[in-house]
């Protein structure tokens, strides 16, 4: 079995590229940022059938702001003291600073080895949480927590 190839090195540091390609943003802001973001899905792409099983919604964005993760939230799952909503488990941090990604920007959420999820239709407002990296075609959002907030209304 060949062996996979070693990620590049960058400079004479042991900072290692990812193998996909390194990920760019914009100055001052951290490659990846835990968020929570509410908005409506303004359109949904699906994969051919012979192509890898992956679901794609873009969102435009109503608010969205960083999170953090609190002592409470990591409470063992089933005891008592454990949220009830997979969203309830990211705290939004309380600051002023302004939130990751302005109202009206978009943001994809992408779904590996599903090829629908049930309720997310474009039109569909929801409220979602996960880890905001930035490829090459824009912030994105792999496997995220979600929320249907309300299903295809104005």
Same mark, same amino acid.
């Given at each position: 079995?060949?062996?996979? =190839? ?13 193998? #996909?390609?390194?990920? /760019? #943003? %914009? ?7 835990? &968020?929570? &973001? ?5 359109? &949904?792409?699906? @994969?051919?059938?012979?192509?890898? =099983? ?7 964005? +109503? @608010?969205?702001?960083?999170?953090? !993760?609190? $002592? %409470? ?5 089933? /005891? ?5 909503? $997979?969203?309830?488990? *990211?705290?939004?941090?309380? /600051? *002023? $600073?302004?939130? =990751?990604? $302005? ?8 779904? #590996?080895?599903?090829?629908? !999820?049930?309720?997310? *239709? ?6 979602? /949480?996960?880890?905001?990296? +930035? *490829?090459? &075609? ?10 249907? !907030?309300?299903? #295809?209304?104005?």
């Amino acid at each position: 079995m060949p062996t996979p =190839p070693r990620p590049e090195r960058r400079g004479g540091t042991a900072e290692y590229l990812p193998v #996909h390609g390194s990920m /760019s #943003h %914009q100055p001052g802001m951290r490659p990846r940022v835990r &968020v929570l &973001v509410e908005g409506r899905i303004s359109e &949904v792409r699906l @994969q051919p059938i012979g192509a890898l =099983p992956r679901y794609e919604a873009e969102v435009e964005i +109503r @608010q969205s702001l960083r999170t953090v !993760v609190s $002592a %409470q939230t990591k409470a063992a799952r089933g /005891s008592f003291a454990a949220p009830t909503s $997979a969203i309830a488990m *990211d705290t939004p941090e309380l /600051s *002023d $600073a302004p939130g =990751p990604l $302005a109202p009206g920007a978009r943001v994809r959420l992408i779904w #590996h080895g599903q090829r629908s !999820v049930p309720g997310l *239709d474009a039109g569909t407002r929801l409220r979602c /949480s996960g880890m905001l990296a +930035r *490829d090459a &075609v824009g912030p994105v959002i792999y496997n995220p927590r979600y929320e249907i !907030v309300s299903r #295809h209304t104005p």
